[in-house]
């Protein structure tokens, strides 16, 4: 059964710093590219930051650059989100994907952003 679990989530105030993690069970962590993603009230869901499989490369959305870190573990097949200097407008829902021979989503975690 393949499961993608987030934790890391919650309240913190503008400038504050979070750590999403996402533990991968099921598959083939190895072989897939590792990505969060996140959805605003009313917004669509979006790529924040993708850790690729081949070249080990990372790729940022231009809000977050600077900010944000993506990294992963293949021992532990867990993947973070280091989040520091945070703005109101991190604030939402966030989601962790898998992406290689099949697309998996976790469920969620909600970040909030606010003083």
């Known amino acids: 059964q393949v499961q993608l679990v987030e934790s890391g989530g919650g309240l913190v105030q503008p400038g504050g710093s979070l750590r999403l993690s996402c533990a991968a069970s099921g598959f083939a962590f190895s072989m897939y590219a590792m990505s969060w993603y996140r959805q605003a009230p009313g917004n669509e869901r979006k790529a924040v930051a993708t850790y690729t499989r081949t070249g080990r490369n990372t790729n940022y959305a231009d809000s977050v650059k600077g900010r944000f870190t993506i990294s992963r573990d293949d021992a532990k097949n867990t993947v973070y989100l280091q989040m520091n200097s945070l703005k109101t407008e991190d604030t939402a829902v966030y989601y962790c994907?898998?992406?290689?021979?099949?697309?998996?989503w976790g469920q969620g975690i909600q970040v909030t952003v606010s003083s």
């Open positions: 994907n898998a992406r290689g021979p099949t697309n998996y």
